[in-house]
């Protein structure tokens, strides 16, 4: 069996949006930052980028963050979710209580540093945490 694969996932169908946190969080964080803006395209790359953390959007064409989720857990054993978005899921929130792998929710609009944080704070419990002092500022 291959080592863990550190790496993150991120999808947001905003491709500017996408580019730059994808830029910022592998400037950031000492990994890999796989970005998509096309959940079937992620999808079909997921087995071989073995993520640990993916980041979806909850808004996009194709299919939504939640169904996302379903279609990629058994895709990226190991990863843990978290959701992205500017909508309120509060009517969602049993379905998004049900998804065992989904670990965070965080709401737009926020800065990279703060997607960085809630990466670090999901980061699956056996992995080094891809955190470098000097490139991340912790307040």
């Known amino acids: 069996m291959p080592p863990p694969t550190k790496s993150i996932v991120l999808l947001d169908d905003e491709k500017s949006y996408t580019d730059l946190m994808t830029q910022l969080l592998a400037e950031g964080l000492s990994c890999p930052v796989h970005g998509f803006t096309r959940p079937l395209d992620a999808l079909r790359a997921l087995p071989e980028i073995r993520p640990s953390v993916v980041v979806t959007d909850y808004s996009m064409p194709q299919i939504n963050g939640i169904e996302f989720i379903r279609q990629a857990a ?19 929130q049993d379905e998004l209580d049900q998804i065992a792998v989904l670990k965070g929710l965080l709401p737009k609009p926020f800065g990279w540093l703060r997607l960085a944080h809630e990466i670090l704070r999901v980061w699956p419990e056996g992995l080094a945490a891809p955190f470098h002092p000097a490139n991340f500022p912790r307040d």
């Open 74 to 92: 058994p895709l990226a054993p190991g990863a843990v979710f978290v959701i992205i978005t500017g909508n309120d899921l509060s009517e969602w």
